[in-house]
């Protein structure tokens, strides 16, 4: 079985500050990450995404993220937060392998603020 | 390019009444996933199909859905009699080798 927990479902930052949303995963198979974005009233949106190569993913609109086996996470990060950054933010697993992807496993969200 | 497009964007239903929602996934999609969210909670898959055939099911919630996907194109999910539980927001992804997209989804309403 395979889950996905997002430490904070709000984050605030003021505009110009980094981004840091956090998850965490669990699976008994080497893993497929990804982060998606919704912002409001649009479907969701792929960010990046780890399929066993390079740790450190980059992005769109300069998110990256680093996958770290020891500590099971895969956390989300952007130096300088932009107001339009705000949305909610997803981060999903799959079993690694295969043609496809299969279904993917999310996190409960996590709604971003950028403040000015 | 052409993305995954749902239909209705919005429905207001009766419980008990009947609701058909529709995706209709990337041209030459093999494989299309249904997801909900009910508020408040996280994303759940509730099924995959490959072509026509359903590959998983198993986040199906129970016999008061059903999924169809005629000829591998567009598919359909149809809950009947709607309870105020069913209500949430449902979304549609396809996908080939690696891509995987999203539709915007389905807001159902169940009053």
């Known amino acids: 079985a395979q889950s996905v927990t997002q430490l904070g479902s709000h984050v605030s930052v003021s505009e110009g500050a980094l981004v840091l949303l956090r998850c965490n995963y669990s699976?008994?198979?080497?893993?497929?990450l990804f982060w998606y974005v919704q912002y409001p009233n649009q479907g969701l949106q792929l960010l990046l995404k780890y399929t066993s190569a390079a740790t450190l993913v980059k992005g769109i609109n300069g998110f990256e993220a680093e996958f770290k086996k020891s500590e099971t996470s895969f956390h989300l990060t952007k130096p300088s937060a932009h107001m339009s950054d705000a949305a909610e933010y997803f981060c999903?697993?799959?079993?690694?392998?295969?043609?496809?992807?299969?279904?993917?496993?999310f996190g409960q969200g996590t709604i971003l603020t950028v403040h000015p | 390019e052409a993305g995954v497009t749902q239909f209705p964007s919005h429905s207001v239903i009766e419980k008990g009444q009947t609701v058909t929602l529709r995706c209709d996934p990337i041209s030459g999609h093999d494989n299309l996933y249904w997801y909900r969210r009910v508020m408040g909670k996280e994303i759940k898959f509730l099924l995959h199909f490959v072509k026509e055939s359903k590959q998983d099911e198993s986040g199906m919630p129970n016999n008061r859905f059903l999924a169809e996907r005629t000829g591998g194109t567009y598919s359909t999910l149809k809950v009947q009699p709607a309870e105020l539980e069913d209500s949430g927001v449902y979304f549609c992804?396809?996908?080939?080798?690696?891509?995987?997209?999203f539709g915007s989804g389905t807001r159902l309403t169940v009053v």
């Open positions: 699976s008994s198979v080497p893993p497929y």
């Open positions: 999903a697993v799959s079993r690694a392998g295969g043609t496809s992807y299969g279904k993917l496993t």
């Open positions: 992804a396809s996908s080939q080798d690696r891509g995987y997209t």
